[in-house]
């Protein structure tokens, strides 16, 4: 299974799943793809965009079952990155389990990649 994270808020999330579908965040959303980090790249992305944020989840998703939707594209330094152009089937969704935010405003990946 090739895993790929996103990270959200949970709140966001619930919502998703209550739809059945995610359509992605604000960001994604103006974006018109939702964005993605491989395991090697979402500590990075944490640090970027959600320092300090609290009340965030992780979601592992198999990139498997995305199909063609899935595009790998260059963006932060030229690393590729993925993005779906598509709403997240929650199928697809591995796990989601709470990113804990450390007293230095990093959070906390041990264990989750």
């Known amino acids: 299974m090739d895993l790929i994270y ?21 960001a994604d959303i103006a974006d018109s793809y939702i964005h993605f980090s491989t395991a090697d790249q979402a500590k990075a992305t944490a640090a970027k965009y959600f320092e300090g944020q609290d009340h965030l989840l992780l979601i ?5 079952k995305l199909g063609e939707a899935l595009r790998f ?3 932060r330094d030229g690393a590729l ?3 779906l152009y ?11 389990k ?16």
Do not use: C, M, N, Y
């Not at 996103?6 to 604000?26: H, M, N, S, V, Y």
């Open 6 to 26: 996103k990270i959200a808020p949970a709140a966001l999330w619930r919502k998703a799943q209550d739809r059945g579908r995610f359509e992605g965040t604000p």
């Open 60 to 64: 592992a998703v198999d990139s498997k």
């Open 73 to 75: 594209e260059a963006s």
């Open 81 to 83: 990155f993925p993005h």
């Open 86 to 96: 598509a709403d997240l089937p929650l199928d697809a969704v591995v796990f989601a």
């Open 98 to 113: 709470p990113l804990l935010l450390l007293p230095d405003g990093q959070h906390d990946f041990t264990g989750l990649l």
